[in-house]
């Protein structure tokens, strides 16, 4: 599910650190590519949003704190079965091992990091935590399950405060499909989580989480295809949050 298991990742930073995660990262919307590593040298090193990689990369090093990569990763995956109400969601190894052969501008990104301060582990021990947690490998359906915490509902996971799941829809909305995020909110109307592997989470809160996969993507790296389906799904429903 790649980008989408970002979602996860700042419940668990957020309910580690609460509040003091928003030291190292910010909540706007970026306005630029999810990886660029011009916006992290501009800013000095503080990322512009939880869901752009290198806000990611912090996040993963905030739940990774001075503890070992497996217990973290873990932490990670008892979250996300608990949430989707199943243990059948496990990680890629060859996706993971992929990512780590590849991934050139994320250890760039973790370097400028490392540089201004604002990672805790070496880069090599966070990134292998983020690139694992990316190569998540869930269903559709699980994907919609997992995502249930974030409605708001009598009968839903409670894994997390009300006044948090406020928050991390906000930040799905406003940042969750990175320099498309207003795209989306124009067209869809809800808090919305993209991966470049297809997928998309969307929220409507109160009533459902959706999940869609398609892997055709816009010029964002976001669901090409999946945003047109969830569009029109909310339309129909009419289920936009404006």
């Known amino acids: 599910v790649q980008s989408i298991t970002k979602v996860f990742t700042l419940a668990i930073a957020l309910g580690r650190s609460g509040d003091q995660l928003w030291h190292r990262v910010g909540r706007e919307p970026s306005g630029r590519a999810f990886n660029s590593i011009v916006q992290l040298e501009q800013e000095q090193g503080r990322p512009r949003n939880p869901f ?19 217990e973290a990763l873990a932490e990670i995956m008892r979250f996300v079965r ?11 190894d060859t996706v993971a ?18 540089s201004y301060g604002n990672l805790i582990n070496a880069p090599e021990r966070t990134l292998g935590t983020y690139f694992h947690h990316c ?7 699980q994907l919609a399950m997992a995502g249930r915490f974030l409605i708001e509902a009598p009968d839903v996971p409670r894994l997390v405060a009300p006044s948090r799941i406020r928050r991390l829809n ?6 969750g499909h990175y320099d498309g995020s207003g795209d ?15 997928g998309i989470l969307a929220i409507v809160p109160g009533r459902a ?34």
């Open 52 to 70: 752009i990689n290198a806000g990611a990369i912090v996040t993963t090093d905030e739940v990774l704190g001075n503890r070992e990569p497996r």
């Open 82 to 92: 608990e949430a989707a109400g199943t243990d059948d969601i496990h990680i890629n």
């Open 97 to 114: 091992a992929s990512e780590t052969d590849f991934g050139h501008r994320n250890f760039a990104l973790a370097h400028f990091l490392k």
């Open 135 to 141: 190569a998540m490998e869930m269903t559709v359906e």
């Open 170 to 175: 906000a930040l799905m909305l406003t940042c």
């Open 184 to 198: 989306f909110a124009y067209r869809v109307g809800l808090p919305g989580k993209s991966g470049v592997g297809g």
């Open 209 to 242: 989480s959706i999940a869609v996969w398609s892997p055709g993507l816009n010029r964002y790296g976001n669901s090409q295809k999946g945003t047109e389906a969830l569009a029109l799904l909310a339309r129909h429903m009419d289920w936009s949050i404006f």
